[in-house]
């Protein structure tokens, strides 16, 4: 500009220097041409030279971001692969803990029907002879008896006026009564003392200390010591009705099996029907409970049913089943868990159901399901083979 001013020439002219240099040129200084040339090319070769060594650069940062990629990602599966193993082992050692708590159960608890096992032997043994006693001696006591006032009669025949002193002690101890009163009292003693031995028989029948192999036994013998020892359970109560027993025997043969462990499982599946069906009838009992906790005569009718059968292919089946309040079909899966209980603390382990699968499915090869619906009931299906030692002796 200074330069445009100072020559007052007007711009697109060009000044005199610039002529100065046209002139070289003009004057063939090819040179200047070719160095200028030279000078173009030579910094388009370095401009050449950077470019392809800001592409190298560029390649060069491409790949190591690629590579960087790889490692992340192969980093990623890494850690994704870490993190489902440690899942993984997490769940192993939750599964692990399971099966110790389960095992660490059973055997608590087969320790503990082992030991009760024991002592119903024992009191059952010890019981049974003095009741023996009692039953053996009972039959003579009545003939006695009977021999006694018969004799008495004669007596009242013979001397139909006696002293006054006998007749006096007669009256006294009302004779008519008495005589009238002995034989009944003898009979009822006698029904009393046949209970007991019955409940004692039961007691060793369900034990069964004797039996701990595999053994034949006839299954209608098994419920039916069972129910004895329920009896008590069974009865009326002041909150709840008696519970019926409905008996559908089909016609078993004797079946192979450890018969202490099976009078078990119909302990475990009658004791919870018996549970089911109070609970049931307590809340009947406590909708219906009127004026004056007077409680009304519930309409409600508690029962379990008890079917056995023979099935196809040498298999029987024992049908338990209950009218209670039924099973909510969210925890039929559960119950066969061990420690699963719906019951308050103290009452309920949640071990019965479990104990009673294992028995069936693993010790019988049997099967034990549950069918269950709210409101109207449960059935427990047992079903075992009839035969058991061939296959044991084989295994
Ligand atoms: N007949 C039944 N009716 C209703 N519920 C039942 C019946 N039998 C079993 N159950 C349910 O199964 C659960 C598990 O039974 P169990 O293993 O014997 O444990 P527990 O009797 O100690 O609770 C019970 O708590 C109960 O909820
Ligand atoms: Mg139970």
Redesign the pocket.
Known sequence: MVFIQETGNEPGFPSALDMAACQQMQEGRDDCWQSLVQGLMQALSTEQNRLQQAIAHSQHLEAQNKQLEEKLAESEARNHALMEASTAQAQQFSETLRQLRQNQSKIVQSEKMASLGQLVAGVAHEINNPVNFIYGNLAHATEYTQQLMHLLQLYQQSYPAPDPAIAAEAATIEIDFLMEDLPKLLASMRVGAERIQKIVMSLRNFSRMDEAEMKAVDIHEGIESTLMILQNRLKAKPDHPEIQVIKEYGNLPPVECYAGQLNQVLM??L???I??LEEKSSGELGMENTQAGVPNSPSYAPWIRIRTQCLEGDRIQIVIA?N????PKT?QRQ?FDPF????PVG????????ISYQIIAEKHRGSLE?D?TPGQG?E?IIQIPVRQKGHFEAA
């Open positions: 475990n599946i004791v919870n029907a549970d089911a209950d209670g309040p039924g099973i925890i119950i699963f209980t719906t019951k009452k309920g382990t949640g071990m019965g159901m479990s549950c269950s449960t427990f």
